[in-house]
């Protein structure tokens, strides 16, 4: 690792920081260094508070003059909720920019560079540019795709089954996998899940607080881990608004095919136009990112799984195996009616294979995205 992919690190470990807190914008990190010191740090915490290249700035001060920024996401151009970071930047005398990535946002892409070398700072890009990439992988893709980065999670038996006959399923997992799902709850922008699957579950589908890592609470109050946005498909309207989820924190959008309002608080609804009784799903995503929605964590039966995956909209796949056989009664972990030949199979790749308590949880990913 030479000099730049070090500092480059340490500057991509400050911006997981704001993983919990920065929806709609993405995670950034900012590290300035002078004589091999670093003399300012600094990451993004919440849309609308000072960018990372800030904080760095105001704690390097008068020594920025002449050091080099190391900052995981190419500086903003342009005038948001704060001023542009490039122009704060070439104020502070800044010598040298080092930028793991280049902001697809069409608000930057490409203006924040131009700008720092039309100031004749030598601009350098694209170191660990992949772990870079990791750390946004929502904000990227709706940025490139105009779609969220989806996220499908299953809790299953050894023999891929999510519930009995009966539609009994608490708990196949333990106690150790439900908590690892609280972490990527309170990073996603909102949970996708279906009517039948909270009224049959008495789903809140809230992060829980008192379940996180206490690496994590030590760092975050419960008063900042953002509660993600409830998205339920509701096509049918048989919702009442005195389930559960409504009393819970947090908005709740109601996915539905006609204007039919709910007398419950925060609630939202979102009306899916397409001419099929059934909810278009590339639609709802579509719908979702244009209301800066970056990442949706999915939980919800084997149907609503089957369709996504079969309509190649899962980007990334959570499955936790409990060492625990249901039988060949029990519901399958998806319904794929469309399926007829092994060929057209769809095909995820292996990312990563690790023991969660008693279970086996495997992350998948799909490999077009």
């Known amino acids: 690792m030479n000099k730049d992919q070090f500092y480059m690190q340490q500057a991509i470990e400050l ?141 299953v038996s050894l023999d891929g089954k999510i519930a009995m006959a009966s539609g009994e399923s608490k708990w196949i997992t333990s106690v150790a996998a439900r908590q690892d799902v609280q972490q990527y709850r309170a990073q996603a922008s909102c ?73 419950s608080p925060n609630t939202k609804l979102i009306i899916e136009s397409s001419n099929s009784h059934q909810v278009d799903l590339l639609e709802l995503l579509s719908i979702l990112a244009k209301q800066q929605i970056n990442s949706v964590w999915v939980e919800a039966g084997s149907h609503l799984a089957g369709a996504l995956i079969e309509q190649n909209l899962v980007d990334e796949l959570i499955i936790y195996y409990a060492p625990k056989l249901l039988g060949h009664n029990a519901q399958d972990m998806f319904v794929l009616p469309h399926l007829q030949k092994l060929s057209l199979a769809p095909q995820f790749r292996f990312e990563s294979v690790e023991m969660v308590g008693d279970d086996l949880k495997i992350m998948l990913r799909n490999g077009v995205f």
């Open 191 to 263: 949970i996708l899940s279906t009517r039948k699957t909270v009224q049959e579950d008495n789903a809140s589908l809230t992060v829980r607080y008192n379940e996180l890592p206490n690496s994590i609470k030590e760092i975050y109050p419960s008063t900042e881990i953002r509660q993600p946005i409830r998205v339920i498909i509701d096509s049918k309207n048989q919702m009442t608004g005195d389930e559960n989820i409504f009393n819970q924190p947090g908005e709740t959008w109601l996915v539905r095919k006609q204007n039919v309002l709910i007398s």
């Open 15 to 155: 911006a997981k920081l704001g993983r919990f807190t920065t929806t709609p914008n993405p995670n950034v990190g900012c590290i300035i260094v002078k004589n091999d010191h670093i003399i300012g740090k600094g990451f993004h915490m919440k849309a609308g508070l000072p960018h990372a290249e800030v904080y760095a700035l105001k704690m390097a001060g008068d020594e920025a003059k002449d050091a080099t920024a190391y900052v995981t996401l190419e500086p903003c151009s342009h005038y948001g909720r704060t001023p542009p970071c490039a122009d704060a930047l070439v104020k502070s005398g800044i010598k040298r920019v080092v930028i793991a990535m280049q902001d697809p946002n069409p608000n930057v892409a490409g203006q924040g560079i131009k700008r720092l070398t039309d100031a004749g700072i030598e601009v350098c890009v694209g170191v660990l540019a992949d772990q870079a990439e990791a750390i946004n992988k929502g904000f990227l893709k709706r940025m490139r795709t105009g779609l969220p980065f989806v996220q499908l999670k299953m809790a």
